[in-house]
């Protein structure tokens, strides 16, 4: 049963792979609103609710990167040669 555990040696406890999943299909849909990919950020969601993530959790990730798009930050949607998000400005 131990190696259905993940291990964050920083705070030594253990995350269940369905957290790790949820946290990995909520950094998707961040990065699709980021790329304008908007087509596929409705599977992205089911995908993340299927995982454990709840409404007010999606809720407020798109809130945030709406607010973060009203207050200047705005965001390139090309990609450096390291796979790292360019941002330019607001911060």
Do not use: H, W
Not at 15 to 42: F, G, H, N, W
Request: net charge positive; with cysteine.
């Amino acid at each position: 049963m131990r190696n259905n555990l993940i291990f964050n040696n920083k705070n030594t406890k253990t995350v269940r792979p369905d957290e790790m999943l949820k946290t990995t299909a909520l950094i998707y849909l961040t990065d699709s609103l980021v790329q304008e990919d908007y087509e596929s950020c409705s599977e992205i969601i089911d995908r993340a609710k299927k995982f454990g993530a709840s409404r007010t959790e999606i809720s407020r990730l798109i809130t945030g990167f709406i607010k973060g798009i009203n207050n200047g930050q705005k965001t390139s949607n090309k990609r450096t040669a390291g796979g790292r998000l360019r941002f330019y400005g607001g911060y």
